[in-house]
């Protein structure tokens, strides 16, 4: 089970997965949604607001499969939050998406941190997403990594 970060729907859309070229895969995303294989948070869809794109169309859309969050995970925020050395305006979704991740149990897919043509640490790593995870103990990942353990093939 996952918890998609604003940069994993950014990437895959862009890099790995273009709807023009790979819609089927997109097609996968949604059923994983609507099945609870993966989660949305509605800070993932504030984000996107920031800029009007293709991308942004596509969420508008389909704007029921962003999550709001439980009083547990809400619960969870603020601690993790306290964890990011510099919050940007650009990272506000990353504490509610660990918190999602870390209620649930699930995974967290990202590209903060990370190439995103190979999913490895970059530098800085520690301080973004995937060290704030690692401190946590919860599992990141980047998108082809996540559908694969979904079993997604497409």
Not at 19 to 27: C, L
Request: include cysteine.
């Amino acid at each position: 089970m996952l918890v998609f970060d604003t940069s994993a729907l950014i990437n895959g859309w862009r890099i790995h997965y273009p709807p023009g070229t790979m819609p089927s895969v997109w097609r996968a995303i949604e059923q994983a949604i609507d099945a609870g294989q993966i989660i949305l948070p509605r800070e993932v869809y504030l984000e996107l607001e920031a800029k009007d794109d293709e991308l942004l169309a596509w969420a508008k859309a389909r704007r029921r499969l962003f999550n709001d969050p439980s009083d547990e995970v809400q619960q969870q925020v603020g601690p993790i939050a306290a964890m990011f050395p510099r919050r940007g305006i650009h990272d506000r979704a990353d504490p509610w998406v660990i918190a999602e991740a870390k209620v649930r149990g699930f995974v967290v897919v990202t590209y903060e941190g990370t190439n995103a043509a190979t999913g490895q640490p970059t530098r800085g790593a520690e301080t973004k997403m995937p060290g704030i995870c690692k401190q946590l103990g919860i599992d990141c990942c980047i998108v082809p990594a996540g559908l694969t353990r979904l079993g997604i093939v497409i």
